[in-house]
C-alpha cells in the first residue's frame, strides 16, 4: 500500500506491537502514525474508515481492549501492548455477530460507509448497558455521524440486537 | 488531518515523566487520553516536537475514599468517573458531568486530568470542580504540591501548572448538603456547552462564560443573603465575559446563564 | 407469489458489514501498486490575485516527488487567462467569461479553491510538503453572499461586468394581487448547507500505454469519461473509469469535479499512478454545497381561504463559478406552485456569483427551495386569515379528477392524490390532538410549548427522462444471471432490487444473480443515479431487458423442445421452460442459454421515458419549543410519501428516513457561514452543525402508492422526496409553537439562538 510509514531516514521510527482481531502485528512506523492509518495501510484492514479530521464522525470507531474508541485519535503507538478488535474480526466462522446480522435484517446501513465505526460503536454500548432504551441508543451514538439512514434503522438495528443477546 | 512530525516518548513513571518533561522543555508535551492534544494536533494548532506518552502510569488511574475528600487519580479517564459506585455516592455532580463529556468513545481515553490541564473555557469539568471546591496535586522535578481549585484557572488555556509540572491527582471534598445539579445547553448532544453552570450547595459555577471557568459570585452572595433561586438566578451574568461566536452571542449566552443557573438551583433544592 | 412489493432485505449487506465496502482509497489492484500520493495547495483566502509561487522549501522536503501548478499545464488547451477565455469542453456548463480552470490561473474566488498540487511517496510527507508551498496572494474585497453579489461592487470576473450570470426577469404585474382580500410578502432565506456525505471525494488514476484509468468516488462512471476525454484532450476509448463503492453522494458527486480531473491529470502527467482522498476540512470547502437562495414571496387570496396568486423571485447563489448553470433557480420556479391549483404564478430568478464555495445539486436541488418557499407563503396566508394551515391546504389542492395536470409554470404533474395524502398524515398524527395539546400548553402558560408544522409537496423525479437507463442481462449456460447497470448505486440498494426484478421476471433466484455497475470498460453507456430516476429508468431498463431475454430464451427453448413459440412457458416460481402443460419437457436456464452459439443469452437496451413523474406527499413535525431558550425538540415527524408502486419497502423506507433526517438537518441545525472576508466558519464538523441520531426521534410512514403510467414499474422516485417534504414542515412547526406570541417567520436553521431572537422581539413589540 501507501508507504509503510516508515517515516523518513532523519527520524527514528518507533516500534509498535499490537494485537488486531487475535493476530499479533510488530511493525516500526512512524511515530506520529494514527491508529486508523496503522489498521487501513500496515494490517491492511481497510473496513475502518476515515470520515473527518475533528475527532467527530465515529466512521474510525474500533475497540480498544473491548472499548470504543476513535481510532483517528489514537496513535499506534499509544495502541501498542493493546488488543484492538475492527469489524473484520466480529464475525467467526462465517457467522455474524449479532450487531451485524442486526444491521443487515434491520436495513441499518445503505452506502455502508459509517456502518464499521456504527457497528463497533453499538457492540461497546450494548456490552456496557446490555438492555438500552431508545433515547440511550440515540444518545451513545451521539459521536457516530450517518448521512444515508436518518439514524432510524440503526437505532432498530442495535435493540433488536440487544433483544437477541439477552 | 496528520500532525506534523514529533518524537514519541512513553514514559514508565509519574517521577520518568517529569525527568523528560525536564529533559525536553519547551519541545515536550504530555499526552493523556489525547483527546484534547491529538485534535489540535492533527489541525496543526499545536506541533510539539516530543510527546510523552502517559498512557502507561496506571498507577494514576483511581477513585478511592480518603475519609473528607475522595482522591481520583488524573489519568482516570471521564468513563470511569462517570461509572464509579464511589462517587455516584458521595458527589455525584462530578460521575453525572463526566458522562456528560464528549462522547462514549471520547470518554473511554479522554481523563479527568488532561482535561482539566488543558482548561478550555466550553469543559465541563473545570467548572464543576470549581463548584466542588477541588484541590489539584500536581509533581514537578522538585517534588509534589497542591494546588487549591480557585488558583488554578489563570486565563484562556493558561492554567497554574509550571512548564514540566504533571497533575497527578484531584481531591473532591465530600459535599456537606446533597443538593447539586449540572445544566449543560447545547443544541446537539454532542456539542460543546454553549453555556453550562454546575451547583454543589452554596457554590454555583459557569461553563463558557469567560476564559476560564467562573464562580457566579453574585448568585452565591444572593443565595447566602436568602434570595429565592430565582431571583438569585438574575446575578448570573454579572461579572462574566462571554464571547461571541458561531453559535451564540454574548447577549444570548447571559441570557441563557440566568435560565440554567435558575434550572440549576431549582433542581439542586430539590435533591437536598 | 411475486416477489415485487415484498420486504426483501439487502444482498449488499454481508459484505459491507464484514469485510467493509470498497471505496476509492481501500482500494488495492495492482494498477495501483506504488502509487505515489497527492495533495492539494489550497487557497486559504476567499478572492486574491496569485502574485507568485515558490515550491522551493516543498521541493527539497523528504518523499516530493513533484510540485505543479496551472503553469504545469502545457499538455492541455492553454488555461483561461483572467478574462476567463477558455477551453470549450471545461467541466463548468457556464463557460465564456465565467469559465473555471483546473488549478487557479491568476486569481483565486472561494477559500478551498486549488491553487498547487504536492506529489509525495506517501500521505503524511503529502500534507507537510503542501504547508511548505508558499503562494502569495494579493487579496481583493469578498464578494459574501448573493444580496452582495447582486450590488455588483466587486467583481468576481471583472470581463463580464457583473456578478449576475443570468435572469430570468420575474413579472412584476401586481393586478392579480390587488384583486385579492389578503396578500403577504416575505423575504425568506434558503441557506447555504454542505451536502457532507460520510465519504468526501476521493480519486486514483493511472496512465499507461496511453491508456488512463480513473478510479473515481462519484455517481456515473460514464459521464466521468467523457468529461475526462473533454478536459485531457483524449478519446474516451483511451479511458477507463472505474466507480467502486462510493460513501454517498446526495448528488455532489455527479460526474467529476475540477480536483479529481487534476487528479487524473497529474498521473498522465508525470506517469506515476496516483492516489487522492480529501480530508472533512477540504470536503467541506471544496466539494459543491447546496441550496443557497434568498427568496422574496408574495402570496395572495380571499379570506375563504383561496389563494389566488403566488409570485416569488428568486436570487440563486452560485459560488464562485457556475457548476450547474441555472437549473437549480430554473427548478425551484418549474415547481414554484407546487402541490396548488394557483390561478396566477409569477417566478423569476437570478443567479449571481460570490466567493464561496461552488453550489450544485444536494438532494432536490432545487425542488427542496420551491416547497420550502410556497409551504413558508401558504402558511403565511393561513396566519393572515386566521385559518387552520392543513385547512387552507386543503381549499387549494389540484383535485384527484385533474391529472394530468398542467401547471401555470408548464410542469405536467403525471399523477397525484394531494388531499388524500394530506388526510392520512393528519390522521396517522392524531392532528386534532395535537391541536388540543398545544391549546392546554398555551393556557397554561407552559414555558415548552408545543408546535405542529404542516407540509404538502409534490416534486419531479426523472427530469431528464428522455436520457433514459441502460441495462444489459446476460443469462450464462450455467444458470446464473448478470446485469449490468447503467444506474450507479451509493447506498440506494439497486443490486438488490434489480435482482429482484430478475427474479420476478425470469424466476431466477436472487442469489443466483449478480449486478454490476459504474465499469465503463463493462458498461460503456450509461446515465447514472441522481435526480431520484434510477428506478423509474434503470429499474424500467432493467425490466425490459428482462423481457427480451425472455423472447430470446423462448425462442431457443421452442427450438429446443420443437415446439411453437406460443406453447412455450416460463414458470417464474421454478425457472423452468416447458411446453404448456407438459412438465415433463422442463428446460432450466441452463439448458436454454447453452443451446445459443455464444453459450448466453443477451439482452442490451435503453429505456427512455416519455416524461419526468411526479411524487408527493405530506408530511406533519411535531416539535418542543423551550421558549425560556429557544431549543428546539423533534417530538414526532409523521409523514406520507408517494413515489407509485413500490418495488422494496425496506428500501423505499430507508430512502424516506434518510431524506427526512436531511431536510431535518437544514430546517435545525446545519448552515455554512462565512465571516465578512468569505473565510469560512464551518469548516470541520466540529462547527458545522450534522445532524446526528440524538436529534432526531424514530420516524412514523404512513404507505400511499399512487402509480404512474410512464414506466412499466408504475414508479415514480423515492429518493429525495423525504427531504422535500421534511424540511418545510419541521420550519412550519417551529413557528407554529410561538405564533401565539405574534410570531410569524423565523428562518431556517432554526437554532436556539434564532427561536429566543424571535421570541425575544417579540415580546419587545407585544410589550409597546
Not at chain 2, 233 to 259: K, M, Q
Not at chain 3, 122 to 134: I, T
Request: aromatic share 4%.
Amino acid at each position: 500500500m501507501d508507504s509503510d510509514h516508515r517515516g523518513t531516514e532523519s527520524e527514528q521510527p518507533v516500534k509498535v506491537d499490537l494485537t488486531v482481531n487475535g493476530q499479533q502485528i510488530t511493525a516500526d512506523v512512524e511515530d506520529r502514525l494514527l491508529l486508523v492509518h496503522f489498521l487501513r495501510d500496515v494490517a491492511d484492514l481497510t473496513a475502518t474508515n476515515v470520515g473527518c479530521d475533528t475527532t467527530s464522525c465515529g466512521a474510525c470507531t474500533v475497540l480498544l481492549d473491548g472499548e470504543s474508541v476513535k481510532s483517528c485519535t489514537v496513535l499506534a503507538a499509544q495502541a501498542s501492548g493493546h488488543e484492538v478488535t475492527t469489524v473484520e474480526g466480529l464475525a467467526s466462522d462465517g457467522i455474524m455477530h449479532p450487531v451485524q446480522r442486526a444491521f443487515h435484517e434491520q436495513h441499518g446501513l445503505q452506502c455502508g460507509f459509517c456502518t464499521p465505526g456504527m457497528v463497533m460503536a453499538i457492540v461497546s454500548l450494548l456490552k456496557e448497558n446490555p438492555h438500552p432504551t431508545e433515547e440511550q441508543v440515540r444518545i451513545g451514538l451521539e459521536g457516530n455521524l450517518c448521512r444515508c439512514t436518518g439514524y432510524h434503522n440503526i437505532v432498530r438495528a442495535a435493540l433488536a440486537a440487544a433483544e437477541v443477546s439477552s | 488531518m496528520i500532525p506534523s512530525s514529533f518524537t514519541y516518548k512513553r514514559a514508565g513513571s509519574a517521577e520518568e515523566a517529569c525527568d523528560l518533561a525536564a529533559e525536553y522543555g519547551e519541545d515536550a508535551k504530555y499526552l493523556a487520553g489525547g483527546h484534547s492534544l491529538l485534535p489540535l494536533m492533527k489541525l496543526r494548532l499545536a506541533a510539539p516536537e516530543v510527546i510523552i506518552d502517559l498512557g502507561g502510569l496506571r498507577d494514576l488511574s483511581y477513585v478511592t475514599d480518603q475519609g473528607s475528600h475522595i482522591a481520583i487519580g488524573a489519568l482516570t479517564r471521564h468513563h470511569d468517573v462517570e461509572h464509579s459506585d464511589l462517587l455516584a455516592r458521595e458527589v455525584p455532580l462530578l460521575a453525572h458531568a463526566a458522562g456528560q463529556v464528549g462522547d462514549p468513545q471520547i470518554r473511554h481515553r479522554g481523563t479527568i486530568g488532561g482535561s482539566v490541564a488543558h482548561s478550555d473555557p466550553a469543559s465541563d469539568l473545570p467548572a464543576v470542580l470549581l463548584a466542588l471546591d477541588a484541590t489539584l496535586v500536581a509533581r514537578g522535578t522538585d517534588g509534589a504540591r497542591e494546588i487549591p481549585i480557585g488558583d488554578f484557572f489563570q486565563s484562556l488555556f493558561e492554567t497554574a501548572l509550571e512548564p514540566g509540572e504533571l497533575l497527578t491527582e484531584i481531591r473532591v471534598p465530600k459535599p456537606a448538603g446533597a443538593g447539586w445539579s449540572f445544566q449543560k445547553f447545547t443544541q446537539r448532544a454532542i456539542d460543546w456547552a454553549i453555556v453550562g453552570v454546575a451547583v454543589q450547595g452554596g457554590r454555583v459555577t459557569l461553563v463558557n462564560m469567560g476564559g476560564t471557568p467562573l464562580r457566579a459570585a453574585a448568585v452565591e452572595a444572593a443565595l447566602a443573603g436568602g434570595a429565592s433561586p430565582a431571583d438569585a438566578a438574575a446575578h448570573a451574568a454579572e461579572g462574566t465575559s462571554a464571547a461571541s461566536d458561531i453559535r451564540a452571542t454574548r447577549e444570548y449566552r447571559e441570557h441563557l446563564s440566568r435560565v440554567l443557573v435558575s434550572r440549576a438551583l431549582t433542581e439542586a433544592a430539590s435533591r437536598a | 407469489m411475486s416477489i415485487m412489493g415484498t420486504r426483501v432485505i439487502r444482498t449488499e449487506d454481508p459484505r459491507l458489514l464484514t469485510s467493509g465496502g470498497v471505496y476509492v482509497d481501500d482500494l488495492r489492484t495492482p494498477e495501483l501498486n506504488g502509487a505515489a500520493y497527492l495533495s492539494f495547495v489550497r487557497s486559504p483566502v476567499a478572492h486574491a490575485r496569485i502574485t507568485g509561487i515558490d515550491a522551493s522549501e516543498a521541493l527539497s522536503e523528504p518523499g516530493v516527488i513533484a510540485v505543479l501548478t496551472v503553469r504545469d499545464m502545457d499538455d492541455l488547451a492553454p488555461p483561461p487567462p483572467d478574462s476567463g477565455e477558455g477551453p470549450s469542453e471545461a467541466p463548468a456548463p457556464i463557460g465564456g467569461v465565467w469559465m473555471e480552470p483546473l488549478l487557479a490561473v491568476d486569481t483565486v474566488r472561494y477559500v478551498g479553491e486549488p491553487v498547487a498540487v504536492v506529489i509525495t511517496d506517501n500521505r503524511y510527507q503529502g500534507e507537510d510538503a503542501a504547508d511548505l508551498v508558499s503562494v502569495d496572494y494579493d487579496p481583493l474585497p469578498a464578494v459574501v453572499g448573493p444580496a452582495a453579489a447582486v450590488a455588483d461592487e466587486t467583481l468576481l470576473f471583472p470581463a463580464a461586468g457583473t456578478n449576475i450570470a443570468a435572469t430570468h426577469p420575474v413579472p412584476t404585474d401586481d393586478a392579480p394581487f390587488e384583486a385579492c382580500e389578503v396578500v403577504v410578502e416575505q423575504d425568506i432565506v434558503n441557506q447555504r448547507v454542505a451536502c457532507l456525505p460520510m465519504e468526501g471525494r476521493a480519486t486514483a488514476a493511472s496512465f499507461s500505454d496511453g491508456k488512463l484509468t480513473v478510479w473515481h468516488s462519484s455517481q456515473n462512471a460514464q459521464l466521468c469519461r467523457f468529461i475526462v476525454a473533454g478536459v485531457l484532450g483524449m478519446d474516451p476509448a483511451q479511458i477507463r473509469v472505474v466507480v467502486p463503492d462510493v460513501g454517498g453522494g446526495f448528488g455532489a458527486k455527479v460526474g467529476i469535479d475540477r480536483d479529481a480531473i487534476v487528479v487524473a491529470w497529474a498521473a498522465r502527467k508525470t506517469g506515476r499512478a496516483l492516489r487522492w482522498a480529501e480530508t472533512r476540512s477540504e470536503n467541506l470547502v471544496g466539494m459543491t454545497q447546496g441550496r443557497a437562495q434568498l427568496q422574496h414571496v408574495k402570496i395572495g387570496g380571499n379570506r375563504d381561504g383561496r389563494i389566488l396568486a403566488y409570485r416569488i423571485d428568486v436570487i440563486q447563489d452560485s459560488g464562485a463559478y457556475g457548476r450547474i448553470g441555472l437549473l437549480l433557480p430554473s427548478l425551484t420556479c418549474l415547481m414554484a406552485p407546487g402541490v396548488y391549483d394557483i390561478p396566477e404564478v409569477q417566478t423569476g430568478f437570478r443567479l449571481a456569483f460570490t466567493n464561496a464555495t461552488p453550489i450544485s445539486a444536494y438532494r432536490g436541488a432545487g425542488r427542496p427551495e420551491a416547497t420550502a418557499a410556497v409551504e413558508r407563503a401558504v402558511d403565511l396566508f393561513a396566519a393572515e386569515i386566521g385559518m387552520d394551515p392543513a385547512e387552507v391546504r386543503r381549499r387549494n389542492f389540484v383535485g384527484p379528477d385533474k391529472f394530468p395536470f398542467q401547471t401555470k409554470t408548464g410542469a405536467l404533474y403525471d399523477s397525484g392524490r394531494y388531499e388524500e395524502a394530506l388526510d392520512k398524515v393528519l390522521a396517522a398524527a392524531g392532528y386534532d390532538q395535537l391541536r388540543g395539546e398545544q391549546r392546554r400548553r398555551r393556557a397554561s402558560g407552559d414555558p415548552k410549548q408545543l408546535g405542529i408544522g404542516v407540509s404538502a409537496y409534490v416534486e419531479i423525479t426523472a427530469a431528464d427522462a428522455g436520457a433514459g437507463e441502460t441495462a444489459k442481462i446476460e443469462v450464462k449456460d450455467d444458470g446464473t444471471a448478470v446485469v449490468y447497470t447503467g444506474s450507479s448505486a451509493h447506498g440506494q440498494g439497486h443490486h438488490t432490487a434489480w435482482a429482484m426484478l430478475v427474479q420476478d421476471e425470469l424466476g431466477i433466484p436472487m442469489d443466483q444473480v449478480t449486478v454490476i455497475h459504474g465499469d465503463t470498460d463493462l458498461i460503456p453507456v450509461g446515465v447514472g443515479t441522481y435526480g431520484s430516476r434510477s428506478l423509474q429508468l434503470g429499474g424500467s431498463a432493467v425490466h425490459k431487458a428482462a423481457l427480451e431475454v425472455k423472447d430470446e430464451a423462448r425462442h431457443q427453448a421452442a427450438a429446443i423442445l420443437e415446439a411453437a413459440e406460443a406453447d412455450v412457458v416460463l414458470d417464474t416460481a421454478t425457472g423452468l421452460w416447458q411446453v404448456r402443460g407438459d412438465p415433463d419437457t422442463a428446460l432450466s436456464w441452463a439448458q436454454v442459454a447453452g443451446n445459443t452459439s455464444g453459450g448466453s443469452l443477451i439482452a442490451d437496451v435503453s429505456f427512455t421515458a416519455d416524461a419526468p413523474t411526479f411524487p408527493f406527499g405530506a408530511h406533519v413535525s411535531v416539535v418542543e419549543v423551550d421558549t425560556e431558550t429557544g431549543q428546539v425538540k423533534m417530538l414526532r415527524h409523521i409523514t406520507v410519501d408517494d413515489a407509485g408502486t413500490v418495488l422494496n419497502p425496506v428500501l423505499t423506507e430507508g430512502q424516506r428516513h434518510g431524506g427526512i433526517a436531511q431536510g431535518a438537518a437544514q430546517a435545525l441545525f446545519e448552515e455554512v457561514l462565512y465571516d465578512a472576508d468569505g473565510n469560512p466558519l464551518t469548516s470541520t464538523l466540529a462547527d458545522y452543525a450534522a445532524i446526528s441520531a440524538p436529534d432526531l426521534p424514530s420516524f412514523e410512514l404512513a404507505s400511499s402508492e399512487t402509480p404512474t403510467d410512464l414506466n412499466p414499474l408504475g414508479a415514480k422516485g423515492i429518493g429525495e422526496a423525504g427531504t422535500i417534504g421534511s424540511t418545510p414542515a419541521i420550519q412550519n412547526a417551529v413557528i407554529d409553537a410561538v405564533s401565539h406570541l405574534g410570531i410569524r417567520h423565523i428562518d431556517m436553521p432554526a437554532t436556539p439562538q434564532r427561536v429566543w431572537t424571535a421570541i425575544t422581539e417579540a415580546r419587545k413589540v407585544s410589550n409597546q
